[in-house]
């Protein structure tokens, strides 16, 4: 029985010296060894002084190989790694084998290795609401701060505030690095608008998919419904406005009629003149020529052919009334 195990040691030993001798070193290059939450990682694999086969190159973390490629023409093998999280922070070297191996049993470090830091890309805020509870169609202001110690990287990237509800930015604004500070504002505020507020710093200009967005704290943003009297009572202002001004507009055009009545006594014979001139034209046919001619007769000359036309005997009457008086004083005399 103690041989059997014994057998078994040795056999596992000769194994992983065999697995041992199948992995060689290679180089590794990188260009930015800090890298933002949410980026993307790229790293170079290099066999060249160390290989003249095409090999196959592991990118190993921490002395455990994370992922494989086949080398081709000695070539250089570029691995990237997207949607950078936290966890990704670690200790980065190259291998290779000359035979395909899987990649979970690939253990080891390369020539050299190189250590990665992920930046946290965001940074839970406080929120204070100046307002509690505010009436619709007004505005609400949110004070968003951080106490929150930043590296240099971080300084330097830290431009961009988000306020932030049920999960999804809906506002961003400009971060006040000296003051650690900035300030939201929502104009005219409606009924959907109400509900709990918070706020976040983020280093990358938006979150990368699948961040989780939350501050430190929360703010409740209650809305109520604006009060009706303040509109009627603006209503009833505007009708009293438009009734005065109507009432202005009628007495001011009532004095000009009367103000012209006055300056202007002989309008009204001077229409009647007008009319009976106007009256007085006449269209006569004559029957030689069959022509229809307007003829317009002064005043003067129309009194006269009046007075013949109403008057044909007067001439008559004049002698006759003469005769009747003589007799009539002779009869006295007697």
């Known amino acids: 029985m103690a041989s059997m195990f014994l057998l078994a040691v040795i056999s596992v030993s000769v194994f992983l010296q065999s697995q041992g001798q199948k992995i060689h070193e290679a180089k590794l290059y990188i260009h930015n060894t800090e890298v933002l939450e949410g980026g993307k990682l790229e790293l170079t694999c290099s066999t060249f002084g160390y290989s003249v086969k095409s090999v196959y190159l592991y990118l190993c973390k921490n002395g455990k190989a994370i992922d494989s490629k086949k080398q081709r023409n000695q070539e250089d093998i570029n691995f ?38 992920v930046i946290e890309s965001l940074i839970r805020a406080q929120i204070r609401l100046l307002e509690s509870e505010v009436t619709e169609g007004s505005d609400v202001n949110f004070m968003c701060t951080s106490s929150h110690t930043l590296n240099t990287n971080q300084s330097k990237n830290l431009n961009l505030a988000y306020l932030i509800k049920d999960g999804k930015a809906v506002e961003v604004s400009i971060w006040d690095k000296q003051k650690m500070k900035t300030t939201f504002t929502l104009r005219k505020v409606q009924m959907e608008d109400a509900g709990t507020y918070s706020c976040v710093l983020l280093l ?16 409740n943003l209650q809305i109520t419904v604006a009060s009706n009297s303040s509109s009627e009572e603006v209503k009833i202002v505007l009708v009293c406005s438009g009734i005065v001004l109507l009432l202005c507009l009628s007495l001011g055009i009532l004095a000009m009629i009367r103000k012209r009545v006055i300056e202007c006594p002989g309008f009204n014979s001077e229409r009647s003149l007008e009319n009976d001139m106007e009256i007085r034209e006449t269209e ?50 007697m």
């Open 80 to 117: 990237r790694i997207e949607g950078i999280q936290m966890e990704h922070s670690g200790n980065y070297s190259c291998v290779f084998s000359e035979e395909k191996l899987e990649t979970t049993n690939v253990k080891g470090y390369g020539d050299n290795y190189i250590f990665i830091n």
């Open 284 to 333: 006569m046919i004559y029957e030689d020529t069959g022509e229809i001619q307007n003829v317009v007769c002064n005043e003067q000359e129309w009194d006269e052919f009046s007075d013949s036309e109403e008057d044909p005997n007067k001439n008559e009457v004049l002698p006759i009334y003469d005769y009747m008086r003589d007799t009539y004083d002779n009869i006295s005399t």
């Open 204 to 219: 990358s200009i938006l979150p990368h998919p699948g961040m989780r967005l939350y501050g430190s704290n929360e703010a």
